[in-house]
Every structure is written in structure tokens, then in C-alpha cells.
């Protein structure tokens, strides 16, 4: 529990912060006229600050332990909370903005490797997932808790009430934490991540891992909120309800993706598949947010919620593709790209949404349409070059099972042992399944 509870704490206050804008967006609108594409900067500059400092933060994190590099960052967070609190501009905000997003850089990394060091190995996982799932309860607290905190004290006392919350957790984690008897000193040179980078099942996987996932993100942290108020029209009751239940979903997913995903691996079914299946529904659930099909309005914003916990699917397959000593790193480098896209994503979506003249701050349909809809392009594209190894090897055994079958019909049809051909035939699902089990991905 010493070890567990306050690193939990640390990657709780990282998703709250990571998904806080949603809430008070409306009111930095009201309060300071911040126009939609400062919106999205300021939103989407937490993404910015926390991708660029994934890859140093690993091998620090490596060479002198979680406790003391959490701790020391989270108090970066605290005053980037309080600066947040007190800043009457624009460009004050953005600094603040950026110190939070650097402060809780090491929240995830930290606790995982807090787990490796000081749980047994067959618990690592297990623990993992309960770490991910507590964490995203801080996206639940960014909803109907703080909304009811903002109503008593405004959104400047939540942030000042936040910097006392995160400093005295960094303290917990400095104070309670122990130290390991023995500390690995790893090599920060960038050797290993040299390697990461030049690896093509790495760029197999990594732009539809980070695409996906960071407009999830997207999406939840910032611009379902504007969609929920000026597309659909609900009120701010009505709104925090939904975002509630969004939130919940992702909670859910952290726990569920990685069950789903082990289960199905022990049933012969690849994790690169679960992904891609997952991307496709993604992809549709978006699909039916823009076109406004006439579905259950909350079902779809659900799925994209979800699909900001596939980080799950995603870090499993690293871990196959790589060493271990470099699965650490290649995750960082993951999530490197993971939080550039958020950034992009979040800004672009605020940039494109400002080439529409808004009336009280509200933007018409097809302004929303367009920016998600681009988005969902880029998805799109990044799925096709996902499978593209899979769709060749189909049509390679699907050519070949055509092949077996012509020349078993003109053996059946000449007379000419028929029956040897016959057995030498496979099945369909024969075929299929090899076919999936051959791909290079």
C-alpha cells in the first residue's frame, strides 16, 4: 500500500488534469474571451509538454528511481496549478498549462515502474490494471465532483485547491514511499530508442496506436463538451451528466481491454487483431457522432471514450515486438506519439472550428463536422496501412485455395485421382487462419 496508494494518487491527478478542460472551457470562454482556436492551444499544450518529456522522463526514471522523480515533478504541477489559479491572460494560462502537463509527465511510467520494482512478477500485471483503472477515475472526478466544487468556489479555487492537493501528494510519495535496496543505474544515452525508431514493426503499429488513441483523448479532454452544448443542444445538467457516464466508460475499458485481450490471445486470436477491430468500431462510432445517424445519442461518445484506454492493446503489443530491456523504452516512444497527436488533434480541431463565424461563442454544425471529420480521414488511412499486411496474405491464400480447387475440379473432371487432390486440399478456415498467423506485421 505504500508503494501502490500514492503513485495511484500521482496518476489520478494526471487524468484530472488531462481531462478538466472539458468542464471549465465555457466559462475561460465567458470569464476571459478566449476564442475557440486559444482554446484548443491551451487544452492541447498539456499534450505537448507531456509527450516531449516522455522519452527523458524513461531513462531518469531508470536511473534514479520513481519516488524521487515523481515527487519532484509533481511539485513543478502544484505551482503550474496555483500560476493557473491566479493568471488573469491568455499566455499566463498557457505557462501554467504547460508546467501541469510537464509536472505529471512521470505520472503512468512512475507508477509502473514503481510495480516492476517492488511487486512480485506474476502480480505485475494485474496490478497494472488496477493502477490504469484508479487513475481514470480522475477523469470521473473532472465531471460532476468538480463541477459541484466550481458552483462553491469558482474554477480559480478548484485550481488553488489542486496545487495543495498535488504538492501534498508529492510529498506522500517522497515520504512514504521506501527506497529499493539495490537501484539499476541505466544508460541515458538514446541508443535504445535509436532502435525503437528504426523499427518497422514499430511504424507498423505506432500511427494508428497514436491516432486513435490521441483523439480520444482529444475528443474527451476538450471538444465533446462544445459538441454536447452546440450541436446537440444540452444543457450544462444535462452535459455534465454525459460526460460523467464518458468517463466511467473509460474507467471501465482500462479494466476490461486487457482481460478481453488476454483471453482472446490464449484462444489463438493476436492482439494486433483486437486493435484493429477496436479502431474499426473507433472509427464508426465517430463516423455516427458527425453524420448524426439516428442511434442512442450517448452510445457512440461511449465507444470514443473507451478507446482512450487502448493503450492497453497497445503497450502488449510492444512488449512482443521488442526485448524487454527495450520494451520500457519502446512504450515511451509510443507514447510520445500518442500525446503529439493529442496535442495536434486538439489545437487543429480549435483552428479549423474558427474558420466559421460563431454567434455567443457557438459554432454551427458543419464547422464541427469538418474538423472531426478530418480527423477521422487521418484515421482512416493510418487503419488501411495497419492491415494492409493482413489483406495481402488473405489474398495470397485466398488465390491459392482457388488454385487447389481448379485443379481439383479438373482431376474430378478427367478422372485423374481426384480423391488424393481432395485430401490435400485445406479448408477455408484452414487457409484463413494460417493466413493471419504468417502475417508480418
Same mark, same amino acid.
Request: overall charge neutral.
Given at each position: ?19 478538466? /478542460? ?17 482554446? &484548443? ?12 518529456? *516522455? ?6 526514471? @531508470? ?16 505551482? &503550474?496549478? !496555483? ?27 512512475? &507508477?509502473?515502474?514503481?510495480?516492476? $520494482? ?7 500485471? %494485474?496490478? /497494472? ?34 496545487? +495543495?492537493?498535488?504538492?501534498? =501528494?508529492? %510529498? ?28 518497422? *514493426? ?37 452535459? $455534465? ?42 472509427? =464508426? ?5 458527425? !453524420? ?42 509510443? /507514447?510520445? %506519439? ?7 488533434? *486538439?489545437? &487543429?480541431?480549435? +483552428? ?22 478530418? /480527423? ?22 485466398? =488465390?491459392?485455395?482457388?488454385?487447389? *480447387? ?18 490435400? =486440399?485445406?479448408?477455408? @478456415?484452414?487457409?484463413?487462419? @494460417?493466413?493471419?498467423?504468417?502475417? @508480418?506485421?
Amino acid at each position: 500500500m505504500c508503494v501502490f496508494l500514492p503513485f495511484a494518487a500521482g496518476y489520478y491527478l494526471s487524468y484530472l488534469f488531462r481531462t478538466i /478542460n472539458t468542464l471549465i472551457s465555457g466559462r475561460l470562454t465567458t470569464d476571459l474571451g478566449i476564442n475557440a482556436a486559444d482554446l &484548443g492551444l491551451l487544452a492541447s499544450v498539456y499534450f505537448l509538454a507531456f509527450g516531449a518529456a *516522455q522519452i527523458p522522463i524513461g531513462a531518469l526514471l @531508470d536511473r534514479f528511481g520513481p519516488r524521487r522523480v515523481q515527487s519532484g515533478l509533481l511539485v513543478v504541477a502544484a505551482a &503550474g496549478a !496555483l500560476l493557473f489559479g491566479i493568471s488573469t491572460g491568455f499566455y499566463a494560462l498557457l505557462i501554467a498549462r504547460t508546467m501541469i502537463g510537464f509536472g505529471v509527465a512521470a505520472a503512468l511510467m512512475a &507508477g509502473l515502474k514503481a510495480v516492476v $520494482i517492488w511487486f512480485p512478477r506474476d502480480k505485475v500485471a %494485474l496490478v /497494472n490494471g488496477y493502477m490504469i483503472m484508479l487513475g481514470a477515475l480522475g477523469g470521473v472526478s473532472a465531471t460532476a465532483p468538480a463541477e459541484w466544487l466550481v458552483d462553491r468556489i469558482g474554477w480559480r479555487g478548484l485550481f488553488e485547491l489542486l496545487a +495543495v492537493i498535488t504538492l501534498a =501528494t508529492a %510529498l506522500l510519495i517522497y515520504l512514504a514511499v521506501p527506497e529499493p535496496a539495490e537501484t539499476q543505474k541505466a544508460d541515458l544515452r538514446s541508443s535504445t530508442l535509436k532502435t525503437v525508431y528504426l523499427n518497422a *514493426q514499430f511504424w507498423r503499429v505506432a500511427p494508428l496506436s497514436a491516432v486513435c488513441v490521441g483523439s480520444a483523448w482529444a475528443l474527451q479532454g476538450l471538444w465533446a463538451a462544445p459538441w454536447l452544448t452546440d450541436v446537440e443542444g444540452l444543457d450544462r445538467h444535462s452535459l $455534465i451528466n454525459r460526460l460523467f457516464i464518458m468517463a466511467i466508460c473509460i474507467c471501465v475499458g482500462a479494466l476490461l481491454l486487457g482481460v478481453i485481450a488476454d483471453r482472446l490471445r490464449r484462444r489463438g486470436v493476436r492482439t494486433e487483431i483486437v486493435l484493429a477491430t477496436l479502431a474499426a468500431l473507433f472509427v =464508426t462510432a465517430e463516423l455516427a457522432v458527425i !453524420l448524426r445517424l439516428p442511434v442512442p445519442q450517448l452510445l457512440p461518445w461511449c465507444v470514443v471514450s473507451m478507446f482512450g484506454a487502448a493503450t492497453v492493446l497497445s503497450y502488449a503489443i510492444m512488449a512482443d515486438s521488442f526485448p524487454s530491456e527495450f520494451a520500457a523504452r519502446a512504450n515511451g516512444g509510443l /507514447n510520445l %506519439l500518442h500525446f503529439g497527436w493529442a496535442f495536434a488533434a *486538439q489545437c &487543429g480541431i480549435g +483552428v479549423i472550428l474558427e474558420q466559421w463565424p460563431s454567434q455567443d461563442g457557438h459554432y454551427p454544425v458543419i464547422a464541427y463536422q469538418t474538423a472531426f471529420g478530418l /480527423n477521422v480521414t487521418v484515421q482512416v488511412l493510418a487503419l488501411a496501412w495497419f492491415i494492409a499486411p493482413l489483406i495481402h496474405a488473405l489474398t495470397r491464400a485466398l =488465390t491459392g485455395a482457388l488454385a487447389l *480447387q481448379a485443379i481439383e475440379a479438373i482431376s474430378s473432371r478427367f478422372g485423374h485421382e481426384g480423391d488424393v487432390v481432395e485430401t490435400m =486440399t485445406p479448408s477455408a @478456415d484452414v487457409i484463413f487462419f @494460417d493466413a493471419v498467423e504468417d502475417v @508480418d506485421w
